[in-house]
């Protein structure tokens, strides 16, 4: 009885796990086969195996069809940068919040905590005004001038998404709870408070950066809403406007799934090889956020 | 400065180290500034500023890229939003005061647009929808009927995904509680589409809802035994915004799964052997022991949910463009179609303030909810 029990779960854990994970696997195949294949494997289990003429063609067809690597070496270069950087302002922060006394430490925390309801779509707007009438500062004619606005830039896309009170908070609460002993000794012997972060707090807080730099890195790697707005040219495109556009003018369904496998590769990347870690941080994020 | 940094990290520092590290290194102060610096600054500009200035700007005619100077038009934004009228109809009657009638036999009112038009009372309004009372017609009219609509959209959207996700992910957190082994696999696998971009998941779905050569079609006609017909998912108005509920309940349930799982792993076991003793089987253990322990997590689940489900935008451009017909426009899209597409910034600026003014109402309804759980 038990052991019927035990097989029932399972079948049933492996259904509930088909639904979940065919439209990505279904994707990945797609990618591979010729456009008569995908429609002739669609209604079997074939639509999720590597199976009959694997082909890379789709890809071939995207890469002379679309910008897709410029795309890709945007959304790489926004990404890192922002996530490093985040990483940067918002530890030292949460350093100043969670582990020194000053003056209007109370509200700038009730403020970092306030921010955190507000969500992207809320400033989505009025954040494109703004940035339009920011000057970037360039080099021509051999000298510094102001030039156009920030519109259609790589900045753009990453300097707005660099401070993050979620962030800020999930370092403030990890700093936290670190005993302060440390820092004292330190203290004693005459260590400034950067040192006392860069030597003492940083290398005891591994998880907390690890979880905020795959929160970030998944962030910004997905951003859509935003530089659909804010990025009207293809010089400094990221890949998810890319591949909407392709999309919107595409009908071979293999080429948009070759688009869409590659623009997942790199999550899916980092995914496989921090399950452990990306599960267990989103999981702690959530609870305390 | 000294009497208050010479305590600050421990209560048992004395006063004399204190002094002594003050005179070795430039003041506290300065490193707290240039530390926060950064990240205030930043929150200021791309989080605060912009707040400050769409509020500002829904008072204005501002446009995104305009050589006419901007000016104040007080609440006229607002106006064009939220301002509902309605009118009554009565039929038209022929000289021998019959109901003329149309070929169809159904009854003629006058052209609503001469009587919008006539009456300085109905400006700049327009038909939203109509309702029959006997002879007579009920019109309710708004000055932007797209952003009622919208804002109906958003709650209908708002009411389906919040027990379809949070429902799905208790049930998967349920499943993979289970001490079985591998399940962590599981959890993996039930996690996947939570890490793929809700883009590239809006675009395979786009495939799988196809009409003639989708999944789902196929499924349905073969359980069916071919009575019923191909659903054209997305390009249906009835069924375009369900559709879009469906899949993004299944991407996002992940996240919920795993603050369930939490949840659940944070009942004590004594909980259970405790309702084992007084004779309750699986279903008695779930309803007084699981759902009661779970009742923190669940309100926190769904006021996550709800606010995240407000801003539904990615899924809406990418797979319908707010059509068919206007039925899945949202309140954020109808916000991005202004104040961007249409560069009525000041427009824009009034929706994402409304929008605020809803999130803010939803997190002090948390607030609430818990502050009376603590009273109890």
């Given amino acids: ?289 | 400065m000294n009497a208050s940094t010479s305590v600050n990290s421990s209560d048992t520092l004395t006063v004399s180290s204190g002094r002594s590290a003050e005179t070795r290194r430039p003041p506290r102060k300065r490193y707290v500034f240039l530390m926060s610096a950064p990240a205030l600054l930043g929150l200021f500009m791309f989080m605060v500023l912009p707040f400050l200035m769409a509020l500002g700007m829904s008072f204005t005619d501002q446009r995104l890229l305009s050589p006419n100077a901007t000016e104040w038009v007080g609440l006229r934004n607002y106006d064009r939003l939220l301002n509902i009228s309605w009118l009554v109809q009565e039929p038209v009657s022929d000289a021998d005061n019959h109901l003329k009638q149309t070929a169809d036999g159904e009854l003629v009112y006058p052209r609503l647009r001469s009587v919008l038009r006539k009456n300085p009372e109905y400006k700049e309004f327009k038909e939203f929808t109509h309702w029959s009372f006997g002879d007579k017609r009920v019109v309710l009219l708004a000055k932007d009927p797209s952003f009622i609509q919208s804002i109906i959209n958003t709650l209908l959207f708002v009411i389906l995904v919040v027990p379809i996700q949070c429902g799905t992910a208790l049930g998967l957190a349920l499943l993979i509680n289970q001490k079985l082994r591998g399940i962590f696999l599981f959890r993996t696998v039930f996690f996947s589409p939570v890490v793929t971009s809700i883009v590239v998941v809006s675009i395979v779905w786009s495939f799988l809802y196809h009409k003639d050569l989708g999944l789902f079609n196929h499924y349905l006609n073969a359980m069916s035994f071919g009575l019923i017909g191909p659903v054209d998912w997305l390009g249906d108005p009835d069924w375009a915004m369900p559709s879009i509920v469906l899949m993004s309940a299944w991407q996002a349930a992940g996240v919920q799964m795993l603050i369930f799982l939490a949840g659940l792993q944070g009942i004590s076991g004594d909980l259970y052997e405790a309702a084992e003793l007084d004779g309750a089987g699986p279903w008695g253990k779930f309803v007084n022991v699981t759902l009661p322990g779970l009742k923190n997590t669940t309100i926190f689940v769904v006021i996550s949910t709800t606010i995240q489900a407000f801003g539904l935008f990615t899924q809406v451009d990418v797979m319908t463009r707010g059509g068919p017909q206007g039925s899945t426009s949202t309140v954020m899209y109808h916000a991005v179609t202004k104040g961007f597409r249409e560069q009525d910034i000041a427009y824009g600026s009034a929706i994402s303030v409304i929008f605020f003014l809803a999130i803010l109402a939803i997190a002090l309804l948390q607030k609430r909810f818990f502050d009376k759980r603590e009273d109890a």
Avoid: C
Wanted: glycine share 6%; proline share 5%; hydrophobic share 55%.
């Fill in chain 1, 1 to 289: 009885m038990k052991r019927l029990q035990k097989l029932g779960a399972y079948l049933f854990l492996l259904l509930i796990g088909y639904v979940f994970l065919f439209p990505l696997l279904f994707m990945i195949m797609s990618s591979f086969k010729p456009e008569q294949v995908i429609f002739a494997d669609l209604y079997s289990i074939r639509a999720i195996l590597p199976v009959g003429d694997l082909t890379l063609d789709n890809y071939r067809q995207v890469f002379e069809k679309s910008d897709v690597l410029l795309y890709f070496r945007n959304s790489i270069l926004i990404t890192s940068a922002a996530v490093v950087l985040g990483l940067i302002v918002n530890s030292l922060l949460a350093f100043t919040l969670s582990r020194m006394r000053w003056s209007g430490r109370k509200y700038i925390l009730a403020a970092v905590v306030a921010l955190m309801i507000i969500p992207i779509e809320a400033i989505v707007v009025p954040l494109l005004l703004l940035v339009s009438k920011l000057p970037t500062i360039g080099w021509e004619q051999g000298g510094l001038v102001l030039m156009g606005s920030w519109l259609n830039s790589l900045e753009v896309q990453i300097l707005p998404f660099v401070a993050n009170s979620f962030f800020i908070f999930l370092f403030y609460q990890f700093f936290r709870d670190i005993p302060k002993d440390f820092d004292e000794a330190a203290e004693l012997d005459g260590a400034t408070p950067f040192q006392i972060y860069r030597h003492i707090i940083v290398p005891m807080s591994g998880p907390v950066f690890a979880t905020v730099a795959i929160l970030h890195f998944l962030l910004m790697w997905n951003q859509y809403i935003w530089p659909i707005m804010a990025v009207q040219g293809e010089d400094a495109r990221p890949v998810m406007p890319g591949i909407q556009i392709f999309f919107g003018r595409q009908t071979s369904w293999g080429e948009i799934m070759a688009y869409a496998s590659f623009v997942t590769l790199p999550v899916l990347a980092v995914f496989l090889a921090f399950q452990k870690k990306f599960v267990s941080s989103l999981a702690g994020a959530g609870i305390k956020g």
